[in-house]
């Protein structure tokens, strides 16, 4: 009874978790906004508890800010924030990528094969949110295949303070189609075993990411000054 008590807080927590990303992501949520705890609670038809939790972690993901005696806020996204990011991402990643580039064995070549044509087909069906979970899988196996814990710990933790960055980029139209097609190229890269490829074309599509982002960023602004007129 227990577990199954456990399990319904937990499933609960993740609807919260997605309805909340989905709701910021698309715009729903502005920044600055305030979510409501009564509201979700009554909503899910739970306590505050999981409520709480879910504001905790989407907090560590860049998504909220929870202010003392005030709540949760959506929180605000800087192009500061975006040009930040990217840039240690770039270093970051290119240089694993380089690493991996001498290790990755031909069974990890051909499990990055198999993910990047699952991701071709999530592209083709517009599944965003399959898209991110298997997208990390990719970059899982060849962070790994790097060998070198402190990196693959600096990147996660990165990774997880910017989730929300990250699945803003891959939700913006056509960055999901581009993103396949990199990883045919750093694929390429990793089976001539040219590290030096594979670092510039993980810095490259860093880069791509900020652009994509900050382009995006750019025009909801754009349309947000529009309505006010």
Request: hydrophobic share 40%; net charge neutral; charged share 35%.
């Amino acid at each position: 009874m227990k577990n199954k008590h456990m399990e319904r807080h937990q499933t609960l927590r993740e609807k919260i978790l997605e309805t909340i990303r989905e709701a910021i992501l698309k715009g729903n949520l502005k920044p600055g906004e305030k979510v409501a705890e009564p509201e979700l609670a009554e909503r899910f038809g739970i306590s505050r508890t999981p409520i709480r939790e879910a504001f905790r972690q989407l907090e560590s993901e860049g998504y909220l800010t929870v202010i003392p005696r005030k709540g949760a806020v959506v929180a605000a996204l800087s192009e500061r924030d975006v040009q930040e990011f990217y840039a240690i991402k770039s270093i970051l990643e290119g240089y694993a990528a380089s690493l991996a580039a001498r290790n990755l064995t031909d069974k990890e070549l051909e499990r990055l094969e198999t993910v990047n044509r699952k991701l071709r087909n999530l592209e083709e069906e517009g599944d965003v949110r399959s898209f991110y979970r298997v997208h990390n899988e990719f970059h899982e196996i060849f962070l790994k295949a790097a060998d070198n814990n402190k990196l693959y710990e600096l990147i996660h933790q990165l990774g997880m303070k910017f989730n929300r960055l990250r699945m803003a980029s891959l939700s913006v139209d056509g960055r999901m189609a581009i993103s396949v097609d990199e990883h045919e190229k750093l694929l390429e890269a990793f089976r001539n075993k040219d590290a030096e490829k594979a670092e510039s074309l993980v810095k490259k599509t860093a880069s791509i990411g900020s652009k994509v982002l900050l382009e995006s960023m750019a025009r909801s602004h754009t349309g947000d000054a529009a309505n006010l007129h």
